[in-house]
């Protein structure tokens, strides 16, 4: 099975542009999840999604905004960037269908944003 | 206080050695665990999981979980210099909130 695809791999913007970044989860996998990975913070929950609706949100701006559709692929939008903005952005898809149930997150390769 | 606590490193070892990576939790709604590795400017693979108390064992990987004192630990044994990366715990609400906690990750330098 082909793992979790992410594109763009590096993208280089500048404060105020806004981002869309994509992920395709592993084949037969519903659920996604976004996350947020920076050296000081470290890796913190952005949202997660199910069969195209939100499921779950951490505790990020508005600015902050995604959507999956019907194939399961999810984009995750960033409006307004700012420089702590940059950080790699990365993909998890699970196949757990129930909430509530274990899964276990398998990651992509992530995007790595700079905001200049 | 962060809910999950990871000493940073970096832990350097020589090739060999078993390295012992822990974590410590503060909320015992935390029911199911996970270890991820993760290579420079790669995303994190995932190692192991468990949900029980106790040691569960892969290879060279062994994950234990003591619940009653908020601890889980990562155990490799035979290090190898290509398990140089960082280790990061992770841990999951059962139900509720399904997102994943990491601790902030143990980089690990298996020296040849």
């Known amino acids: 099975k082909a793992g979790v695809t992410q594109t763009p791999r590096y993208l280089i913007k500048t404060r105020g542009q806004q981002v869309t970044l994509s992920c395709s989860p592993i084949?037969?996998?519903?659920?996604v999840s976004w996350y947020q990975q920076t050296p000081g913070q470290g890796l913190q929950f952005l949202f997660e999604?199910?069969?195209?609706?939100?499921?779950n949100k951490g505790n990020f701006p508005g600015r902050f905004s995604g959507r999956q559709f019907s194939n399961s692929r999810s984009e995750m939008n960033v409006s307004t960037l700012e420089l702590g903005d940059s950080a790699l952005y990365l993909c998890?898809?699970?196949?757990?269908?129930?909430?509530?149930?274990?899964?276990?997150?398998?990651f992509g390769p992530g995007t790595r944003l700079t905001v200049l | 206080q962060k809910e999950v606590e990871q000493d940073p490193g970096p832990l350097s070892v020589p090739e060999g050695a078993i390295v012992s990576l822990n974590c410590t939790y503060s909320?015992?709604?935390?029911?199911?665990f996970m270890w991820y590795r993760q290579y420079s400017r790669k995303g994190p693979e995932l190692l192991m999981y468990?949900?029980?108390?106790g040691n569960k064992e892969d290879g060279r990987f062994t994950a234990q979980v003591d619940k009653s004192s908020k601890y889980i630990s990562l155990f490799i044994r035979d290090s190898q210099p290509s398990d140089s990366a960082t280790y990061l715990c992770?841990?999951?609400?059962?139900?509720?909130?399904?997102?994943?906690?990491f601790g902030s990750g143990t980089r690990l330098q298996v020296q040849p």
């Open positions: 998890a898809s699970s196949s757990t269908e129930k909430r509530g149930s274990t899964d276990t997150q398998y």
């Open positions: 084949s037969g996998h519903r659920s």
């Open positions: 999604y199910f069969s195209e609706t939100q499921r």
């Open positions: 909320n015992s709604a935390f029911q199911y």
């Open positions: 468990t949900y029980s108390s």
């Open positions: 992770a841990m999951i609400f059962l139900t509720g909130r399904r997102a994943l906690t």
